[in-house]
């Protein structure tokens, strides 16, 4: 699916986890790009949502 972030717009698989954090169940959801990975990933627990996304990336030159 189309994932738009401060770093662009790309084309991303979606993966859906469920999971427990302090005893407590938590919903997360991320969005895989090909050749950059991981462009936006949200959690949900009962009382308490996050999102982050990606801001920027650059490919760097390989060391020699």
């Not at 662009?8 to 993966?15: E, H, L, R, T, W």
């Not at 462009?39 to 060391?63: G, H, M, N, R, W």
Request: net charge positive; with cysteine; hydrophobic share 35%.
């Amino acid at each position: 699916e189309e994932v738009i972030t401060p770093a662009g717009k790309f084309q991303a698989i979606k993966v859906s986890t469920v999971g427990t954090q302090g005893g407590q169940p938590i919903n997360m959801t991320y969005w895989y790009a090909s050749y950059i990975g991981v462009v936006k990933c949200a959690s949900k627990a009962a009382t308490i949502e996050s999102e982050s996304q990606l801001a920027d990336y650059s490919f760097k030159k390989p060391l020699k």
